[in-house]
């Protein structure tokens, strides 16, 4: 059965009309009602369009929808798993539109949010699309708060966004780390643009693991690494400019170099396996209409993380 298209919206529309031509639902992967309902699911997407503060091109804002509507294209078979990941019931709800116009004002705003989106899923896996990478830290701090700052956050990053100030805001995509690293350990992996500020404070910082993007190019070696770093509760985030900007050229500051599919996968599979994965946000994703791969690309990521957070059960 396969949970989506016009054939099967039971609850969705009007049963008198289920007949017609409809296309699939809004939400992630398209998935039907049976298979999406909050009641009986275990993952809950939640978008969050924010975006104020981007450097150079901008566009974050509408990374949530774009890896939604890629996601209805994508197959529900995993072959690695060789399952569908999508069985264990995947509800998306609409999007979180950010409403005060001060950056401290929409995070705290977020903050209030995010803790009561907590609160009402149990225990049930949040992964949240973004949207500029100052959305999070308030989610990492209620996070943290929940299993008492025992966390690591394990940040995909070709920067390690540890800037104290960037154009005159502490809450820049710039800083977004920097008020992390005061709630949780940090592992960047992936890193390859950093300011000699930010590089000095990663070195010089018990908290702080660093993995250099070059690291990464010869050999694994650097997973033990970075995983044995983490504690055994893990936020992750994912700046989807960690991948080579060959892979996903549509976000505000590409670098050079980076990650490349299979070696995350293999990465982030043994991160799941090996450490409970308490939340995830995936941020950054700005899209080129022209260009849809990067699109696809990240919401087939996306799906990964709920693969590989279910794999076990
Ligand atoms: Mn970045």
């Known amino acids: 059965m396969s949970h989506r298209g016009y054939l099967n919206h ?31 699911c275990k993952v809950v997407i939640v978008p969050v369009p924010y975006e104020s503060t981007t450097s150079y091109e901008g566009g974050a804002q509408k990374g949530p929808s774009a890896i939604i509507e890629a996601s209805r294209h994508i197959e529900l078979y995993d072959q690695e ?28 705003e977020l903050e209030t949010a995010y803790a009561r989106v907590v609160e009402v899923i149990d225990d049930r896996f949040l ?4 949207g500029e990478h ?21 940040q995909l990053d070709a920067h390690l966004d540890l800037r104290t100030e960037f154009e005159g805001s502490t809450y820049s995509h710039a800083c977004a780390m920097t008020k992390v690293v005061e709630v949780a350990d940090l592992v960047s992996v992936g890193v390859r643009g950093v300011s000699e500020e930010e590089a000095k404070k990663a070195n010089t910082n018990d908290n702080i693991t660093l993995i250099w993007s070059d690291e990464m190019q010869s050999n694994d070696a650097w997973m033990d690494r970075a995983i044995g770093a983490l504690k055994s509760n893990v936020y ?7 991948f080579d900007p060959s892979l996903v050229p549509s976000t505000g500051t590409p670098e050079p170099g980076g990650g490349d ?3 995350t996968l293999k990465f982030l599979r043994r991160v799941f396996q090996e450490r409970t ?37």
């Open 10 to 40: 039971s609850g969705r529309i009007h049963p008198s009309l289920s007949d017609l031509p409809w296309g699939f639902p809004h939400g992630f992967l398209g998935l039907d009602e049976d298979i999406s309902n909050f009641k009986t």
């Open 81 to 108: 798993l060789d399952t569908s990941p999508s069985n264990v019931g995947i509800h998306t709800f609409p999007d979180l539109r950010l409403i005060r116009d001060s950056v401290p004002g929409a995070m705290d």
């Open 127 to 130: 992964i949240m699309l973004g």
């Open 134 to 154: 100052t959305i999070s830290f308030p989610a990492v701090r209620t996070q943290a708060s929940k299993v008492d700052g025992d966390m690591s956050v394990l």
């Open 236 to 242: 992750l985030t994912i700046d989807v400019d960690y």
């Open 261 to 263: 599919w299979y070696r």
């Open 277 to 313: 994965v308490v939340a995830c946000d995936v941020v950054e994703l700005a899209p080129n209409p022209a260009v849809h791969a990067p699109d696809f690309l990240i919401a087939k990521l996306v799906y990964k993380l709920i693969g590989y957070r279910f794999a076990k059960e």
